[in-house]
T-cell receptor, first 113, second 114 residues
């Protein structure tokens, strides 16, 4: 069965530091991979999407993610964290149809001043 | 502003009562979804609809029903609420149901069943 793992339910970094949020999907390669962000008391918003056109995907707010088939990973990074990046982030591989989206359990990102 | 509107924002409901959560989108998206979000469990799909007139069951459909009479509206009904249905409910839509289109989410309905 397809699955997704987000390592670390909570990640804390200093303002200006590198952000790395990990996502590993199960062995079968999903056609599409998404990262979503959820700010407090809001719904999820699209950060970026992978569709096999390029392994390095750029998203909003300087976030990017790299698809690595050999590692079954799609980690999310940002070179320099801002206080406004504090939110929960969800990795979501999608198999065959939108009803087959699998959301990770989420990683809460905190930013220290 | 185009998007998804959910109502109510929050609700406290006595167990055994019937409740309908409303969801309306103005983006003319074909596909719509209902998720519940629970701490530690992420988002779980309750029901979905790939186009008006059709619906499907998701991962956790028991105790819930949906209808899709038109493109814009996708109400979720709890026929007889139970405490385990206490959760935050999100409605979402996408242009197509093929998985290529990203989901657009509403701001959620926080439901407490006592």
């Amino acid at each position: 069965a397809q699955s997704v793992t987000q390592l670390g339910s909570h990640v804390s970094v200093s303002e200006g530091a590198l952000v790395l949020l990990r996502c590993n999907y199960s062995s079968s390669v999903p056609p599409y991979l998404f990262w979503y962000v959820q700010y407090p008391n809001q719904g999820l918003q699209l950060l970026l999407k992978y569709t096999s056109a390029a392994t390095l995907v750029k998203g909003i707010n300087d976030f990017e993610a790299e698809f690595k088939k050999s590692e079954t990973s799609f980690h999310l990074t940002k070179p320099s964290a801002h206080m406004s990046d504090a939110a929960e982030y969800f990795c979501a591989p999608t198999y065959s149809s939108a009803s087959k989206i699998i959301f990770g359990s989420g990683t809460r990102l905190s930013i220290r001043p | 502003i185009a998007g998804i509107t959910q109502a109510p924002t929050s609700q406290i409901l006595a167990a055994g009562r019937r409740m309908t959560l409303r969801c309306t989108q103005d983006m003319r998206h074909n596909a719509m979804y209902w998720y519940r979000q629970d701490l530690g469990l992420g988002l779980r799909l309750i029901h979905y609809s790939n186009t008006a007139g059709t619906t499907g069951k998701g991962e956790v459909p028991d105790g819930y029903s949906v209808s899709r009479a038109n493109t814009d509206d996708f109400p979720l009904t709890l026929a007889s609420a139970v405490p385990s249905q206490t959760s935050v409910y999100f409605c979402a839509s996408s242009r197509g149901g093929d998985g290529n289109s990203p989901l657009h989410f509403g701001n959620g309905t926080r439901l407490t069943v006592t």
